[in-house]
């Protein structure tokens, strides 16, 4: 069960509207990378989690806290778009040649949709979808994931952070900023646990037996571009991270087949074949059979 | 530029058809973590690449491969889907029941639109999209993506290599976790390798001067669900990975503001307000000037 | 801020597994009327909304419910693909023939990608997508689409208490049917209020000046299709329910306009045209002049 | 079947081109709540309807018309695109400063794929969408997302309205304005005569025997959130709008249940357990089970 | 304008219900090709039209029955779906063997969200799409999508006939496979027209000047692949279809240019670069840069 | 299996940046029409064709150069990128009133999501997708949807052409253009060919015995539309293209059927019907009965 307390993490609250940038800042509320992915995507992990205890504990407790960022980013777009220029554009810009900017780079369905209001979408209009959101229940997969987010997400608010000079953007920014070291810090830790305790392990899922896979191309990087410093670094050579096996550099594949022949479907797929029959017997003969069928 | 060579980097051959599991496996050729998510994702790490050398060879290198891995599973897919069953359900379920299996579970796309071909999307039939890529230009983070889809892939892999007990199938999965698994060391060991160099830290991305953040919070776990395990983990107490600080615990938050009045955009935007206006001059007057607008 | 208990707001618990059931589920939890889309939609109409006090209060409220509504539907939903079945499809068809429709009827993501738990999709795997939510600023425009949505998803949870006999699952289902029937009353009480107070009326925005509106055209039912039982009902005579008009009856439109010329935007769009200068001076000529631009 | 006639049922024609509005414009054509949804979903309702008679003429009948508005729409559109700026972004600019904005605020797409002519994306060009349509084959549920979308889309067409002085563009809002206050009234016209008739009644679905759902909770608003003005409206006590009950109001839930345990599916789908088969027996052992499976 | 009569162009009744089919039907009605694209394309291909008369005449001929089309798949599906098996799986599998098949098979989302009604999606539940529609306001190039979307369309609904042996949707089938017919034909004949009289030629759009295009390379055939029966067409040697040239037959790339180096943009968008200005002055000294912006 | 060297097929640097450019460009990487479809499309029809030899080897051989067109408007728009706007809006546009076309006109994700890097998108910010790609199995079908894809995407590069005057962009199209060229010019060959071979006929599927369809149909121009230039056009009378027939011309349709009566699915869709059971027996008799379901 959520409750939800009618203040705010931090204060959010722009120095004045700014519609432009009201649209920009969606991308970390509906983004792949925003805000509403990861209150999901640590929910539905904990909603899935196999396990009970402190690692479900841990993505409920950051999950519940992300929702709240997803308030307060919403409540500040409210404000940045408060003002926003609703007239006829050439009017206002004859006024003010500094609006042409700002006609042309808000959101508009901002104004003629949400009257000035927030959307579950991103800094270019795209609807916020289902499949941002990762949770395959091995936590060594998942809490990588996590970090990828933290990770994306903390850079495209710094980003954001020059795109403005408004302070109290800033402030809310600078608040998310630290949450978003914060969290990059907890899923490192909680990964390096994982492996440290041996629950899971790499490579990824670390269950299931090695010796079933191909192994001897486990650990041979195979480039497949001509790049010439290809070889030149801790992925060709030396130790494997996974502590199974050594690193090997090979030019191109080391294994390969004959394509196999063209597959022959049925011939009421009406596909493009050699047509022996057709050929043979004529095309009123496959025609024939075809009816009956 | 690419060259094609008319072979196969392993052999992709079913012993026999079987068009549910060529349904299966469309998700690790079109799903959110199949191979045209990692081959497209890696190509356009290196088209945006800010650095020459080791590190684009690198994601040229192994983004090329993926394109192979592509034709593999498209390959196989078409040679599972080639006797799939296209007639009357009915008859063909009295003939053999297990076919009622079959019918209900495969892509009706598959034989309708493709005529038992394979196709660019997952295996609930939802379309490859572009937005399952990711390339922000800093390497860390990307490099912690990679490893990510690396490992969601080889996951995905081993589940499915469960569903099948067809030699010729599970042949090309055991290659391809072989090749997951050596990818997933390859990223991890460049973003170890990009941390001991000092080109990028923790937290990402490094260069945002941390003093900006709002410091107070940047290391403090504040758990929003009510789990009694959540302080018991590395990531509530003891040193932080990226070295820079120590956790600690908090029950909810340690900050907290008011949220900020409702906005009062303008009322030709229609939406419900106190209308003042409304209430002291009359619907009328609003009316009025409104219809002067 | 959103903070989290670890429990449900009811008993969420089948009598036995059933993957296929689990997929249907699906659509109350991620379809465009479930509880992602009730719970989101709330969220925002409250963050956006223009009035503080007792509406914000009301979407706020029952918003934070939903969410938690989504936290019953995903429990349930992983517990019912508990025992999934994993293997080889013809070898468990053979086994029990009932497990045919099983293996045809799943999610088959629900396996590959999630492990056997819940995902943000409607039961035919369509990811859920922000353009779900309406939240215009509008309240008697919002309850409106606020208790289509209660009366939509409580339509759909009809539907899905007759395809189970499990007593577990109807438990859940006959509690979400109950807060259905509830929150459509209170969507329709607060409507209603609206009304009453002159807060908003019909049509709706109220404010626009109606008489802006081309009025001839206010009131008429033209009737574009030959049906001839049109004409009899409250729509098409009789009071208006806006209290401002008289319906009348139209076979057909009542006005109408010769289209437009067609367009003839710039020759270097290269649509086709009459091309008179083609014509006349030949493509040469045409040619000649865009090769300058 | 249709018929078309090549007139349109309201002048459509702008006074001078813009490509700006031509862009905005397109929110009432292609969006959620534009003419296309409100044609197809009404011709889907009678396409699924299960009465025949005055209800299927009716929906028939305005869903007709709202195909002769999508083509007034796409016209009108076609015009405004007519003199779009095309050339290079900088010479115009420095031609006339006003042109800034238009360069900025156009669907590129406008001028790039269609040459000028209008397209069925809404204003932020996303493409309309099938799951825009609701036809659930409850007339009351339905009616009542009609009246909706009636209300959704006259608000939208309001915002549009001040966003232009263009007298032709507006002629043709003013026209849509009043038959958009026709359609809200004729949707609840009939949604009234269905509950008068006793056809359906609230709580949708009527039909569905209330004393199968859990109702304890049937009229208890729970109020989830810490607003306190929730209990200050007619949603929270007296009589309900359905006339089956009385509203109570309560601070927070009023049933709760602990949460399941957590789920162990099949170790071979490969999600993070306590595992106790790997810590008695060890990892070897669950791979050796899992290779032979 | 559209005007409807409560007529089909032909009969489209079943002789008995069939869910599964219902849903494989669903792809020529929502799907890519489906009816709803050829009747919206054409559509648009007659509003955005810039010459009056026989092309326009024609287009919106042939849209405006390809609407009616819609509707008589719409009908027909209902039809098949009125007697969906809507109970729990394990009962109705033990009484008829058959029914495991029809449960695994059927769009579930027919009966939870339509009750047993069409939707506007294809046959895997992906719902139908704006992008879909091709109107670029080259006559030429459009007519050539028309063929291609009723060659495409054609295919599917031949298919289509083969999965089915009721006589009243076979019925139905093969009138619409006669109607493909004659809308192939006619899209050819419509090009062909343009071309004869000079309209629009080859290469599309023919009015761009020829001697802008790179010249060298435009009737080179440049083969990537290794397959070495690629220079033995008509594609590879002899003239161009255009008239303008001759093919030739080249192994590879005939130019190539180094790839340019990586781009530098500004520090504050935090991507990984070489980061001279770290080396030389430390990375506080870039942060103390940034901390100023 | 592919290859990449790391060459460029030809120059793509541009003179100088342009943001709003490079949002324009990526129009014909990855649109609906853009490179990336091509590339894919191709490669799926090798993947999916039912003949080995020349016609795979074609498609192979023209798709692999595809995707070197990706990675050359890829790198091109990375470049010009590179000096994207960044700061705040006011203070640039002050200093240079051009600025305002360009930070409205950008496609924002590119700075804020890819750090001044391309994506998979088109210039509207939308996602790739993989219904993008059409491969029927039936190469009349295909070729034909080939030569539209080359089409249309020249005609997308023409346009381009003129909304530039930087010369090293011009440049890289005038030698996309040329490709173009030549590509159309390849798939109406290997049409050609198809057809004079007798491999594939009009009307595609050529297979498909045409006596199953519904034959009084087949030639006839049944219009729709009341335009009266419809009849004149070598669509209208005449031999057709297939060489099966002689066109007719009607003016609207030659046959039509009654709609069949609507549709009584099981109650428990709760649906509106007549209900004649909810009449005589009342609803509690049903509801009784629904109860025990």
Redesign the interface.
């Known amino acids: 069960?959520?409750?939800?307390?009618?203040?705010?993490?931090?204060?959010?609250?722009p120095d004045q509207p700014?519609a432009?940038?009201g649209?920009?800042l969606q991308?970390v509320l509906?983004?792949?990378y925003g805000e509403?992915t990861v209150a999901?995507q640590y929910?539905?992990q904990g909603?899935?989690?196999?396990?009970?205890?402190?690692?479900?504990?841990?993505v409920?407790?950051?999950?519940?806290?992300e929702?709240?960022h997803?308030?307060m980013l919403?409540?500040m777009i409210?404000?940045l778009?408060?003002?926003?220029p609703?007239?006829?554009?050439?009017?206002a810009?004859?006024a003010d040649?500094?609006?042409?900017?700002?006609?042309?780079?808000t959101?508009?369905?901002h104004?003629?949709?949400?009257?000035?209001?927030?959307?579950?979408?991103?800094?270019?209009?795209?609807?916020?979808?289902?499949?941002?959101?990762?949770?395959?229940?091995?936590?060594?997969?998942d809490f990588?994931?996590n970090?990828?987010a933290e990770?994306?997400g903390?850079?495209?608010v710094?980003?954001?952070?020059?795109?403005?000079?408004d302070a109290g953007v800033r402030?809310l920014l600078?608040?998310l900023?630290?949450?978003?070291?914060?969290h990059?810090?907890?899923?490192?830790?909680?990964a390096?646990?994982?492996r440290e305790q041996?629950?899971?392990q790499?490579?990824?899922?670390?269950?299931?037996?090695?010796?079933?896979?191909?192994?001897?191309?486990?650990?041979?990087?195979?480039?497949?571009?001509?790049?010439?410093?290809?070889s030149?670094?801790?992925?060709a050579s030396g130790p494997?991270?996974?502590g199974n096996?050594t690193?090997s550099y090979h030019d191109?594949?080391t294994?390969?087949?004959?394509?196999?022949?063209?597959?022959?479907?049925?011939?009421?797929?009406?596909?493009?074949?050699?047509?022996p029959d057709?050929v043979e017997k004529g095309?009123g003969a496959?025609?024939?059979k075809?009816?009956r069928?």
Chains 1, 2, 3, 4, 5, 6 share one sequence.
């Open positions: 069960m959520f409750f939800h307390k009618q203040e705010l993490q931090f204060q959010a609250t700014d432009v940038y649209r920009k991308e509906g983004g792949q509403i999901m929910m539905f909603w899935n989690m196999h396990v009970p205890g402190k690692y479900r504990d841990l409920f407790g950051i999950g519940s806290e929702f709240g997803v308030e919403a409540t409210a404000q778009l408060e003002k926003a609703l007239g006829v554009t050439e009017d810009v004859q040649p500094t609006v042409a900017a700002v006609v042309g780079g959101d508009v369905q104004a003629i949709v949400a009257g000035a209001g927030a959307r579950p979408v991103d800094s270019m209009g795209n609807p916020w979808q289902g499949n941002y959101v990762t949770a395959s229940g091995n936590l060594l997969a990588t994931s970090a990828n990770m994306q903390r850079t495209q710094s980003r954001l952070y020059h795109m403005t000079d402030e600078s608040f900023l630290a949450r978003d070291t914060m990059q810090n907890q899923w490192l830790a909680a390096a646990e994982l041996g629950t899971e790499l490579p990824v899922p670390s269950n299931f037996p090695q010796n079933s896979e191909h192994t001897p191309v486990s650990y041979q990087y195979q480039n497949f571009s001509d790049g010439d410093a290809a030149d670094g801790p992925w494997t991270p996974d096996g690193f191109g594949p294994t390969s087949a004959p394509m196999p022949p063209p597959t022959h479907p049925h011939s009421r797929l009406y596909g493009t074949t050699n047509m057709v095309a496959v025609q024939d075809l009816r069928e």
